[in-house]
């Protein structure tokens, strides 16, 4: 949908606020501030990154997106992405580690303002939903099980998450069983607490930790606090990496780019298609782009438009914009007289937040589609295991791989349809549909079932050749039509004019139907030898039938026999 389409909700984000907006907003802000905060150590960095992404997300996307719902701040997956890519380059040195995740953010936004510039918004889909979801579900189990170890203060050497959990419950007789206990009872509070609608549940729940905190005096058992948000702006700079290292984390921010993407374009289109309105993904690209680099240049972490808060804030009762701005006015206040306060909360407490986040996840009611429809159960399973047993790193990238090897195995696949006249009406269809529909005497009409592309084209065409030589003097033409072909590629080309100089060989007609443009152009500038001038053009089925039997009729008059004849032999 071209971007300049008008969308719900854009003009009236420069009108006054409405009190549904107001109280989103405010009930909007209970919830992301401690989320941020508890962003920030899934990512192994410093409280205020989160809180820095959520001001950057909210304002930048404020001025510059298009969705009326979608709230940019940090993410619990992106923030997964980030710690897993940071720890892979630093190697144990914490100021390397830093230096690329700031690097990692900036190219991040980066890439997301190019791609909005170069208006590839509509490429949204390059990962399947049931992978999506077997990642995020997958994702999950990691962050959980990895706050949990926090919690109880024993830290797994290992990585995969089977061996991860055997190391974990090996040291049941060390762990801080104080600790989790404040924890089970913060989070079974917060599950509580969401039972009523627009309660910020997060800040309730902290403001119980940061009380019962002083009164019982955790720290005698060794419970440690959050500690002191230091929100002094860092003066904006390049970070000094090398060549090779600037390579290697422009890798990395392209799975950050993808993950954040997909989930991003998935709450904004949901939410869209559920009330009415248009989106716009180039500018909403360019929007989070921006919101990354501002946040990167601060040191901050990555932002996106993440599906919990996006829908919580349309739950709350949105209707603009505004929304957005009225929580980061609200959280702007928190900030400016809470934030000691937040300092003060017991760092269980910031884990039940986390795990309570990222819980929605977790419901198998996602997984009823795939289910229910006895699709892509495999995939789902491979996508939650590729996370378990690879990492997050390297199971985004399984899960992408499995994203393109179900797209590639789809087209690969296709079949070739032998098209029939249905009725004495200009309409042909499939012979295997509509077994009632004729054939027209003496000439075949393939279809291919999908686009032609490198990885089927050879095939495809191959299948075609098998029909015509199994249909043999019932051949005289072919009709090749190609509505299901935006355009070719040059081994999809080459493919076609194999098929079609094979069949010029036996002195059989070839004709083209339904071709799209680019596809119309491509082949008219190649010049295939033998075909007949009105092979090519902006004909229908029932055009190119009937250009087919003026041919087959004027080869008969040549030869000296009758049309009759003519269908008879070659």
Request: include cysteine; charged fraction near 15%.
């Amino acid at each position: 949908m071209p971007d300049s389409q008008a969308v719900p909700g854009r003009r009236a984000r420069f009108a006054a606020p409405a009190w549904p907006d107001l109280i989103a907003g405010l009930s909007l802000a209970g919830l992301l501030l401690p989320e941020a905060v508890a962003y920030s150590s899934i990512a192994n960095l410093a409280p205020q990154a989160g809180v820095i992404a959520l001001f950057a997300g909210l304002v930048c996307y404020g001025v510059l997106g298009t969705s009326r719902f979608a709230i940019v701040s940090a993410t619990s997956s992106s923030a997964a992405v980030l710690a897993a890519a940071s720890a892979t380059m630093s190697n144990g040195a914490n100021a390397l580690r830093l230096t690329v995740a700031v690097a990692m953010v900036m190219l991040t936004g980066l890439f997301f303002v190019l791609a909005g510039a170069a208006k590839i918004g509509n490429v949204s889909d390059f990962i399947a939903k049931p992978v999506l979801r077997g990642f995020a579900f997958g994702l999950a189990i990691v962050i959980i099980l990895k706050q949990l170890a926090n919690v109880v203060g024993v830290h797994p050497a290992r990585s995969d998450m089977i061996r991860f959990v055997i190391d974990l419950v090996g040291q049941a007789r060390v762990w801080n069983w104080p600790a989790l206990g404040v924890a089970v009872g913060a989070l079974a509070l917060l599950f509580f607490l969401a039972r009523v609608p627009r309660l910020p549940g997060g800040l309730l729940v902290i403001a119980c930790g940061v009380g019962a905190g002083q009164w019982l005096q955790l720290s005698q058992y060794g419970i440690g606090l959050v500690g002191t948000i230091h929100l002094d702006l860092a003066v904006p700079t390049v970070p000094a990496l090398s060549y090779v290292q600037w390579l290697r984390v422009g890798e990395l921010s392209l799975a950050m780019v993808m993950i954040l993407y997909a989930e991003s374009y998935s709450s904004i289109r949901s939410l869209a298609m559920k009330h009415g309105d248009a989106v716009a993904p180039n500018r909403d690209l360019l929007a989070i782009g921006v919101a990354n680099l501002v946040s990167g240049m601060f040191h901050g972490m990555p932002s996106g438009a993440g599906y919990s808060a996006t829908s919580a804030n349309e739950a709350a009762g949105a209707s603009s914009r505004w929304a957005g701005w009225c929580a980061a006015a609200a959280l702007l206040v928190i900030v400016l007289t809470m934030l000691p306060l937040i300092a003060l909360t017991p760092e269980p407490v910031l884990a039940a937040i986390v795990i309570h986040a990222v819980s929605h996840t977790l419901h198998p009611a996602v997984f009823r589609p795939v289910f229910a429809l006895h699709r892509d159960r495999l995939v789902v399973a491979a996508a939650v295991m590729a996370v378990l047993v690879f990492g997050i790193l390297d199971g985004l990238l399984a899960a992408v791989a499995v994203s393109l090897v179900m797209l590639l195995r789809r087209l690969s696949e296709s079949s070739v349809t032998v098209l029939a006249r249905l009725g004495d009406g200009h309409d042909f269809v499939s012979r295997i549909v509509y077994p009632q529909a004729e054939p027209v005497h003496g000439i075949l009409i393939l279809r291919p079932d999908t686009g032609l592309f490198f990885a089927n084209a050879d095939r495809i065409m191959a299948e075609a050749r098998r029909q015509v030589t199994a249909a043999g003097e019932d051949a005289l033409a072919v009709i090749l039509s190609l509505e299901e072909s935006p355009d070719l590629d040059s081994s999809s080309f080459e493919a076609i004019r194999d098929f079609c100089a094979a069949l010029v060989a036996e002195q059989k007609l070839v004709l083209f139907a339904r071709l799209k443009p680019p596809v119309l152009s491509l082949l008219g500038r190649a010049h295939i030898p033998g075909l007949a001038e009105t092979a090519l053009g902006d004909l229908s089925v029932d055009d190119a039938v009937s250009a087919a039997q003026g041919l087959l009729s004027a080869r008969a008059r040549r030869s000296g026999m009758s049309a009759s004849e003519a269908s008879a032999k070659p």
